[in-house]
Nanobody
Framework: QVQLVESGGGLVQAGASLRLSCACSGRASSTYAMGWFRQAPGKEREWLAAISRLGGGTYYADSVKGRFTISRDNAKNTVYLQMNSLKPEDTAVYYC?????????????????WGQGTLVTVSS
């Protein structure tokens, strides 16, 4: 069974950086396109970024373009989200997710696998 485990969240001040990691087990991560999402309290889940199976294609939501970078290391079965210039409005639980079809991620569809989430809190 495929599992995703996020790590790297925490409490930071505005302007700081964090790198989230998402470790994939049970199947090679290269099987999947991967995405990062977040959900703030009282808000709907928001898609942030996606990366193709071999890393050749990356996609970003306008809200994070230029500040967040998604990458992957399939040798380590890990996907990353580098977050720079964090703002208080970036406070949320961040989730990684996997699907064999990129469009499902980009359309925030019914993805095959979700992680449990990691909390990011940005103070002002």
């Amino acid at each position: 069974q495929v599992q995703l485990v996020e790590s790297g969240g925490g409490l930071v001040q505005a302007g700081a950086s964090l790198r989230l990691s998402c470790a994939c087990s049970g199947r090679a991560s290269s099987t999947y396109a991967m995405g990062w999402f977040r959900q703030a309290p009282g808000k709907e889940r928001e898609w942030l970024a996606a990366i193709s199976r071999l890393g050749g294609g990356t996609y970003y939501a306008d809200s994070v373009k230029g500040r967040f970078t998604i990458s992957r290391d399939n040798a380590k079965n890990t996907v990353y989200l580098q977050m720079n210039s964090l703002k208080p409005e970036d406070t949320a639980v961040y989730y990684c997710a996997a699907d064999r079809i990129m469009a499902t991620i980009l359309e925030s569809g019914n993805l095959e696998v979700w992680g449990q989430g990691t909390l990011v809190t940005v103070s002002s």
